[in-house]
């Protein structure tokens, strides 16, 4: 594990042993390592943002993961997990989490955060010249684990523009937001 500082605090990163890492490789994940960054900080070290209706409100403050997550860019979306409520889409991800388990010891999935998921999106860009979601399909959207004030539940995608979007919608199920598994190191 290494050691960030962040607010005079000292915060470990999970980390996947040699052996997780090596299995996750061979089945086509990819390894990110997710900072603890603040949605704000996000935004502010990218210019690629197109939503604006969270500045200044408390939800910019939520921060991504201190740890490795593992994505597999082939097969993005969690089957069937468009057209469920967010309980749904966790129970569904439980399931899959515990067939993970069982095949890589020590391993979970897990729906993120919209923190998590914009920076994934940017460290993704960075590592391969093009969008995470627009990849695996463009009119598909991630569903998070993050509710506005008001209790709605946050998804992030491609706008028409290529830049990120964070949004919400009025419903509680939609077809085009599913589930992106991170698979990340249990504790």
């Known amino acids: 594990m290494s050691e960030i500082s962040k607010n005079s605090e000292v915060f470990k990163t999970l980390r996947f042993s040699s052996e997780q890492t ?20 996000i935004k502010a070290s990218r210019n690629f943002f197109s939503s604006y209706w969270h500045n200044g409100k408390d939800i910019e403050h939520v921060t991504s993961k201190n740890s ?70 463009r009119d598909d959207r991630i569903s998070t684990t993050t509710l506005t004030e008001a209790g709605r539940n946050v998804f992030v995608g491609e706008s028409f523009d290529g830049g990120l979007v964070a949004s919400y919608r009025f419903g509680l199920a939609y077809t085009d937001i599913k589930v992106v598994p991170l698979i990340v190191p249990e504790v």
Do not use: H, W
């Open 22 to 41: 090596e299995e996750l490789k061979k089945r086509g994940f990819i390894i990110f390592e997710l900072t603890g960054q603040s949605i704000t900080s």
């Open 68 to 137: 490795e997550v593992a994505i597999n860019p082939e097969r993005l979306y969690l089957p069937y997990s468009g057209n469920l409520t967010l309980p749904d889409q966790l129970l569904l991800t439980d399931r899959y989490s515990k067939n993970v388990s069982q095949e890589i010891p020590g391993v979970v999935a897990v729906i993120g955060s919209m923190a998590d998921y914009l920076e994934l999106e940017c460290l993704y860009r960075d590592n391969t010249l093009r969008s995470m979601t627009l990849y695996a399909a």
